[in-house]
């Protein structure tokens, strides 16, 4: 592969297939623009190819594009974490499969001609990457409802073959009516208390409040708990509108009793457009670091995937990676 390639990787699978068409239209795209020799299409085989074929690459790359949804930027992101920072090339996406939330976050939403047009611009960003337990993320990590609703979408995706907002709602609504739990959790939060909402009664210890560089002590019971790199989770929900991707701080927020089953469905929908921030249940904070603990496994996801554990160590690599964006 010579310097200066641009490299798609794309799963074929993705979408039941439709990949595979997606990476072809891409493919074809990038030939008329930079030729035949400026571009590689690299298809993915199994699970876990996309993070080998990004943390091999060799030096000079000019590129390496993401085609697919949040799952295979997950990978292609976590495979050029991989290598040192002075040699990873920026990282593009295309949007292509059935979760986008990183490609709203970087305005890469829109038609595959307009995703390419973008990506050929190359207007960069210095993006931060989360990590937990060793592994990273590039938009969300979350914890209890939000995350079971997510994993029951893509379950339900798998299962029904059908997509979007109306998918999303069926499995709120199931998650709220029929599993509503609440996860008593512990989060020790590093930081000068930069916050928003303040960690005042009935959490927190207020000696520890804004200016300290002490760790916050945050205790209680949530229904969901989102440690955000990016403003939205599970397609577009806008959960932390205001999160910055290059401010070296994951945007927080959690949700707190009492909140019965048709409350939190208007909380959630509230979230939706980024409307729900100023409801007494929900808390707002920001944090470079923290470790968060349950006290019984959670459901939880990553950047869509699910994950499994009750002890969390969670830190913000600022501004680790390159990315194109469309804005
Ligand atoms: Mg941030």
Redesign the pocket.
């Known amino acids: 592969m010579d310097a200066g390639t641009i490299v798609l990787i794309a799963n074929p699978a993705a979408q039941n297939g439709r990949g595979s068409w997606a990476a072809v239209e891409a493919a074809s795209l990038f030939s008329a623009r930079v030729g035949e020799n400026g571009f590689r299409l690299v298809l993915t085989e199994r699970p876990g190819h996309a993070a080998a074929i990004a943390r091999d690459l060799p030096s000079g790359v000019r590129a390496v594009v993401a085609l697919g949804g949040d799952g295979i930027i997950n990978e292609v992101a976590s495979g050029l974490m991989e290598r040192p920072a002075a040699d990873r090339p920026p990282l593009g996406v295309i949007p292509a499969g059935s979760g986008n939330d990183y490609a709203e976050t970087l305005g890469m939403n829109g038609s595959l001609p307009k995703a390419v047009d973008r990506i050929l611009q190359f207007r960069t960003v210095s993006a931060?990457v989360g990590r937990v337990n060793g592994r990273y993320f590039v938009e969300t990590l979350s914890f209890g409802l939000d995350a079971a609703i997510a994993l029951d979408t893509v379950e339900r995706r798998v299962r029904t073959g059908k997509a979007g907002t109306r998918l999303y709602l069926e499995a709120a609504v199931d998650q709220l009516f029929h599993h509503l739990a609440l996860y008593p959790f512990k989060a020790v939060v590093e930081g000068d208390g930069a916050n928003r909402d303040g960690v005042s009664a009935p959490f927190g210890h207020p000696g520890d409040l804004a200016g300290s560089a002490l760790p916050r002590v945050v205790e209680g019971e949530a229904y969901l708990f989102a440690v955000?790199?990016g403003p939205t989770y599970g397609g577009h929900f806008h959960i932390t509108p205001d999160?910055?991707?290059?401010?070296?701080?994951?945007?927080l927020c959690w949700a707190t009793p009492s909140l019965g089953p048709w409350k939190a469905l208007a909380v959630l929908l509230a979230a939706k457009g980024g409307h729900h921030t100023g409801n007494s249940h929900i808390h707002l904070d920001?944090a470079p670091a923290l470790t968060l603990d349950f006290a019984v496994e959670p459901p939880a996801q990553i950047d869509g995937e699910k994950i499994t554990g009750t002890h969390f160590e969670i830190d913000?690599i600022p501004r680790a990676l390159t990315v194109i964006c469309g804005r």
């Open positions: 931060d955000q790199i999160a910055a991707i290059d401010d070296g701080l994951f945007d920001r913000c």
